[in-house]
């Protein structure tokens, strides 16, 4: 045992302590000694027999608090409900360090199989804690049965309470070195220029793993390219047990949340999970269906009972479309830089939504993603393609232009506010009774060409037209609607040669002619609008 002059610090933890009884119930100890010695009895790369208590030296909790060793069990003890009962103040700042570390290796990780979407993600204390004991009672089943009854019994709520305190005080300190943005319940990753900043240094306060910094650079190179390692489900719990585990620690992951819409964490049970956020609460009936072509594909999910149908649209982010992506960066050549990763796609789409809304520009609203098969689930919009009232009037079929109009306002409107829509085919806006929807927005970005977005509708209509004056009432009445919500100097930029390019093969010199005269009529200063 360790004389007393030499305990630097002493807490007890347990069923006792987590205010369960089992067939058993036990408080457990842990010495920490101040000086490291050959006569401490118990290696804590060993798990030591119950009924004696568990000695480790300060420097080596330390280490472990600080840096991941093989079994941790020292400082594991410090991941639940313990009971100081020396020296408080250095068990406090060990378990905070420890859960510092945690919080760190999971940010890592998730920013790894998630890129740029990490983002979007709210990332509540609760979910550091039950991911950390799930991959414990993966690799300790015996486990299993004291972490479900420390946090379903009674005293759960407290339990709860007491451990993510540390993760609290953990998060506020990566907080205050920029690494994350904290809040009395939840963590989100920044964006941009400072996610990558702040995972730097994240790197650098703890490295990787040879086994994570391969994984990592693997992603890292797949994600510049275009494409990426498809995230392996979470592996399911074994209990040995006769007790029935709790969703948190069998499924972690569905503790995450988004801004909109929720984290759909097993794809296999979506149907089910739609169903039970629609409030179908007993028998049901769906039918799934496919929409659009083999590389823009979506699927229709419709759920009814008796009284009532709800719709959502599933949209997939393949890799297939991140070839198509790239064969349009070819296509498109210098007119235009298309973003080809399924993560990136996908988080400009949410991103891109939550902004439009803000702005007072309709759009879908998200259900929720699959974050692990890159889907994004979405209520159904009821409405019309605008490609169809395009046609109709190219056609000499139609003259009503008003929904063409309201569509260049729309984009006036978005570009004022200094985004872009990336992809303004008329396919991809949807007229509804209350106006246009903007769909499809995974080339959404903020501070992009919004000389692009302009042309590439005036030129891609005009390729599907059939008669001249028709495509020039289109084009007249697009940049009119534009012209009153904005300015002429977006409608200038459209007008320069090098957006022209990716088209000229299928327009005619008439066609050519009808959209620049178009577009120098309402780029004057005496043109239209403000």
Sequence with gaps: MVPKEQISALFVYGSRIAGFEGDDPVVEMVI??????????????QKPAQSKPLIVSETDLVKDAKKPSAEEFAISKLL?????????????????????????????????????????????????????????????????????????????????????RGFREAAKSLASQGIIESTDDSVRILSGKKRRKALSKLLKMYPLTTRGAIQYAFHGLANRAGFEFKTKPIPKLTLIEKVESIVELDRPNKLLRLEEGVIFDDGSKLVEELARISGFVEKYEFEEKKKGDFINSSRQIEIWDDKRRVKFVLKHFPELKSVKWALLNLWSLASKRFNMSPLSRLNREVAAVSRLRRLGIKTHRITGVVLDDRTLVTEYVQGVPLDKSVGEITKGKSKDTGDVEKYGQVLG???????????????????????????DLEQAVEK??????????????????????????????????????????????????????????????????????????????????P
Excluded: C
């Design 80 to 164: 639940n409900i313990y009971e100081p009962l020396v020296n408080a103040d250095f068990l406090e700042s060990a378990e905070i360090e420890y859960k510092k570390r945690i919080v760190s290796e999971k940010l890592i990780e998730i920013q790894a199989d998630y890129g740029d979407f990490t983002s979007n993600l709210i990332i509540p204390y609760e979910y550091f804690l039950f991911d950390k004991l799930h991959k414990r009672a993966l690799a300790h089943p015996d486990e299993t049965y004291a972490f479900v009854r420390t946090y379903s019994s009674p005293q759960g709520k407290g339990n709860s309470e007491f451990t993510f």
């Design 448 to 529: 992009g060409d919004p000389g692009w977005d302009i042309a590439e509708f005036l030129y891609y209509s005009a390729k599907l037209s059939k008669e001249k004056e028709g495509m020039k009432l289109v084009a007249e009445a697009f940049l009119k609607g534009y012209r009153n919500e904005n300015t002429g100097q977006p409608v200038r930029k459209a007008k320069r040669l090098r957006y022209l390019g990716p088209f000229i093969l299928f327009l005619t010199p008439k066609k050519i002619r009808v959209i620049r005269a178009a577009l120098k009529k309402y780029s004057s200063a005496g043109g239209s609008g």
């Design 413 to 439: 409107k978005l570009h004022k506010a200094g985004m872009v829509y990336g992809d303004t085919k008329p396919q991809n806006a949807l007229v509804g009774k209350d106006g246009i929807d903007l769909l």
């Design 32 to 45: 920490v000694a101040k000086s490291p010695s050959d006569k401490i009895a118990n290696k804590h790369d």
